[in-house]
Structure formats: structure tokens, C-alpha cells
């Protein structure tokens, strides 16, 4: 029986990239999926985000596994939209057992040329809109006094990188919400941890080297952080820890930090 049957997973910012790698990996392994992510551009950062085609194609890829799916085109900074997504989920998948809080951006700027859109901007996606969305899951993981959420940080969530003040501020914020949910949601059977990737090749490491005017193999060897000699690991290598944390394999693992840094801590 695949290790996943039965199971529903919610995954913010699944249309490309790391989420979508998690989707479709939980359902190869028997999970029926909800997928929300914005599937639009915005203001801020400036770099392409996910199209809302991305977002359907995910959703054609998953039922051609076998396994149902809805997608929700919604910002996660939008409590309406998220409380309505959750609530759909629910209804129709019949319960909600896996979280992973993929959503977010990244930017660079000195901390004082920073504008205060900026600012918000990033908390408010990267922090606040992963709370908002567990704050509506969480009621349905108690009710079932099971379930796993899964929040996506950084090497960033761990120490500090300059020219990233505010993207750095809401990956340690992550880290601290997972301390916390941790606290409070084992008494309800419910496991709460993070993972802390390096980077990742996806389309946010592309955008981010176009920020910059250069490429990522540029940025890779300007930064010189991983002590292991790849510039970047891949979605896969998220997917299995994300895999490793959701399942029973870790049924004693919460309050946190899974590193997936190819040693860049170690420096």
C-alpha cells in the first residue's frame, strides 16, 4: 500500500517549484492533494511567479496518478480566500492530515534601502500568510488528533545573510512558529517542523539571479557557502525530507529544524 493512502496534504505555493515537486510526490505515494498558491504576478519581488496554468497542469498531472485534487488560486495573505480553501478541502477530500507552508519570496536590499512596501511585503507572505493558513488547518488536525505540518524555511531561518534583512527576519519567524505550534499541538497527537534547504534550483533561484543581472551559477560561486561541491541542490532533495517528516517514519519528530544545506551551516 503506498505509504500515503488516505492521507490529504495542503501545499501553499504548489504551482512550481518545491511545492509542486512535494504534490506530485505525495501523490505518487497515494495522497490526494489541495493546492493553492497565487498563480499571479505581483508588485514585489519583482521576478516571475507561478501562471495559473501551472496550477491547472499540476491539478491534470495528479488525477493522472489516481489521486483527486483541487487547486484554489488564492494569496495566502488573504484569510477569506484561505478560510474558503480550507473549508472546500474538508468538504470534499474529507479531511486535511499534511500542511506543508511552501508559499514565499525572497529579495535582496540593505536593510535601511529598504521601503516599508518591501518590508511588508515580505513578512506578510512569507510569515504571516504561512500562520493564517495553519491557523484555519489546525482546528481540523485537532478534531482528528493527528496530522503533520511541514514549514518550509531557509539556511536563512538559522542565520543571518546580508542584504536579505527581511526575508532572513521572516525564515527565523518560521522557525519560531514551529517552536511554538510544536508546544502546543503535541497534547493533540500533531507534529510541527521545519526544513532549512540551501538553495534550491527552481524558478525562484532564477528570478533571483535576474534581480541581480547575472545567473545563478554566478551567484553560486560569488556566495561560495556549500561546503559539499554543488552549487544548489534540487526539488528532490526537498521532497524526501518532506516525505521523511510527514510520515510515520517520523512519528517522534517535532519541534524541528531538518537542514538540508550541503553544509553551509558548517562554515
Known amino acids: 500500500m503506498p505509504e500515503f493512502a488516505g492521507k490529504v496534504a495542503f501545499i501553499t505555493g504548489a504551482a512550481h517549484g518545491q511545492g509542486?515537486?512535494?504534490?506530485?510526490?505525495?501523490?505518487?505515494?497515494?495522497?490526494?492533494?489541495?493546492?493553492?498558491?497565487?498563480?499571479r504576478q505581483l508588485?514585489?519581488?519583482?521576478?516571475?511567479?507561478?501562471?495559473?496554468?501551472?496550477?491547472?497542469?499540476?491539478?491534470?498531472?495528479?488525477?493522472?496518478?489516481?489521486?483527486?485534487a483541487l487547486i484554489f488560486t488564492a494569496d495566502v495573505r488573504d484569510e477569506t480566500a484561505v478560510a474558503q480553501a480550507v473549508q472546500q478541502t474538508a468538504a470534499e477530500l474529507g479531511r486535511i492530515d499534511i500542511l506543508f507552508n511552501n508559499a514565499g519570496i525572497a529579495a535582496y536590499g540593505l536593510a535601511h534601502e529598504l521601503s516599508e512596501a518591501a518590508w511588508d511585503t515580505m513578512l506578510d507572505i512569507n510569515l504571516k500568510g504561512a500562520w493564517l493558513v495553519a491557523k484555519h488547518i489546525i482546528p481540523h488536525l485537532i478534531a482528528q488528533?493527528?496530522?503533520?505540518?511541514?514549514?518550509?524555511?531557509?539556511?536563512?531561518?538559522?542565520?543571518?545573510?546580508?542584504?536579505?534583512?527581511?526575508?532572513?527576519?521572516?525564515?527565523?519567524?518560521?522557525?519560531?512558529?514551529?517552536?511554538?505550534?510544536?508546544?502546543?499541538?503535541?497534547?493533540h497527537g500533531v507534529r510541527v517542523n521545519s526544513i532549512h534547504p540551501t538553495g534550491v534550483n527552481t524558478p525562484m533561484n532564477d528570478g533571483l539571479a535576474e534581480l541581480e543581472g547575472t545567473t545563478p551559477q554566478a551567484i553560486a560561486e560569488r556566495s561560495a557557502g556549500n561546503l559539499l561541491p554543488v552549487p544548489w541542490i534540487e526539488p528532490a532533495d526537498v521532497v524526501e525530507a518532506v516525505l521523511f517528516l510527514a510520515s510515520d517514519r517520523a512519528r517522534y519528530v517535532t519541534g524541528t529544524q531538518l537542514v538540508i544545506d550541503a553544509g553551509l551551516l558548517t562554515r
Open 20 to 39: 509542486r515537486a512535494v504534490a506530485l510526490a505525495l501523490a505518487r505515494q497515494g495522497a490526494d492533494i489541495a493546492a493553492l498558491d497565487v498563480a
Open 43 to 68: 508588485d514585489y519581488p519583482g521576478y516571475r511567479l507561478a501562471e495559473a496554468d501551472e496550477l491547472r497542469t499540476l491539478q491534470s498531472e495528479v488525477e493522472d496518478l489516481g489521486r483527486r
Open 145 to 187: 488528533k493527528s496530522g503533520v505540518i511541514i514549514n518550509n524555511s531557509s539556511v536563512a531561518g538559522l542565520r543571518g545573510f546580508g542584504r536579505m534583512s527581511h526575508y532572513t527576519a521572516s525564515k527565523w519567524g518560521l522557525t519560531g512558529l514551529t517552536k511554538a505550534w510544536a508546544i502546543e499541538l503535541a497534547p
